[in-house]
Each structure stands twice: as C-alpha cells, then as structure tokens.
C-alpha cells in the first residue's frame, strides 16, 4: 500500500482521513462494511495533511475493540502503523461484510462518494434482502389474492411473447401456471 499516493487521491468511497480516533471513525468503519470495504488513515487531516497520531502500548488493541465491541455483527478491522515524514500514521482497514447491514448505536450507514450517510429504514431492509439473495417479489403480497389479478392481461402478455420469441410457453399452460412458473405467484398467492 503506497499511503503517500493514496493520500494525494484524497478521500473517495474506499479511503477516509481522520486526524484522531473517535466515534466518526467507528461511523466509517460501519460504512465502508455496508459497501466495497475501505481504509480509514488516522493522523491524516481532511485535507491529506499529515499530522501524525500518539500510539501508546495499548492503542491499536483499544481502537480494535472499540471497533468490535460497538458494531453489530461485530468488525474485526486490520490495523497497522506506519512512518510519514516522521510521524505516525495508522491504517484502519476495514472489509465488505457478506451480511448486511453493520450498525453502530442503532445506526445503519452506507458510504456515497466521500462521506458517510445515514440510511433509512427501506435502505436498510433493501440492503438486508439484497445480502441474502432475496427480494420483495419473493414474498407475497399483502392483502392480495389470485382474484386481483387481470388473467386477460397475462394471457395478451403470453401471446406476445411467444409473438416476438421472448418465451416460449405450451399450449396447455394456463395464466395462473405462467405466474407461478415465472415466480409471480406462490402458494395460490401473488407475490
């Protein structure tokens, strides 16, 4: 990892400054989880000024428990130290956690361009389906039966597409065996 490079880049969707360590650092650890994964640079300024940060014994073991402890599912972050002009620089490396989304104090954040925003409760759910490989139209819909449904328009849907070579379906199939086969319907209920 090039750091000298990384900080004339300046901050993007994958890299953070921080001049300390604090709770906006946890913040973007939850961020770069719910995303592509990223580095947080501690002793770096907003600006890619390199201030340096005071590392005692214990620190870097504090701050990877402070990451832990405060995140759910908990982060294990990889930190390491690293010389700058003379100063000591620490990178928080944080990777895309397979199933989210990671919160901190009940907060879910997603990273967008260079910064850390909040998201909303759909986000979150969206984010959670997405992780597991699941979506909205696998579910039923609520309050909906078959009865709703036009099977005139899904028989004009059948001839067109069997019109144009999209599907191909048999003469025998019935609108209500195309919706299930296409996953629109389950359990004699729409999805």
Known sequence: ????????????????FKEKFDERTVDSAVAFANEKGGTILIGVSDK???????????????????????????????IETHELEGKKVVT?????????????????????KSSNRVMNAQEI????????????????????????????????YMRKAAETGRKAFSE??????????MGLVKGRRPT
């Open 48 to 78: 890619g000024v390199i201030k340096g940060t005071i590392i005692g014994k214990e620190t870097l073991t504090q701050w990877a428990n402070q990451i832990s402890s405060k995140t759910e599912p908990q982060l294990i972050p990889l």
């Open 172 to 181: 025998d199939e019935s609108p209500l065996q195309v919706l299930e086969k």
């Open 1 to 16: 990892m090039n750091l000298p490079e990384l900080i004339k880049g300046g901050e993007s969707e994958t890299l953070e």
């Open 125 to 156: 759910s969206e984010m959670h389906l997405q992780s597991t490989g699941m979506s909205w139209d696998r579910f039923p819909a609520a309050e909906r039966t078959l009865e709703d449904l036009d099977l005139e328009k899904v028989k004009r």
């Open 92 to 112: 928080v490396k944080i990777l895309e956690y397979p199933l989210k989304p990671v919160s901190v104090r009940g907060k879910c954040f997603r990273r967008v």
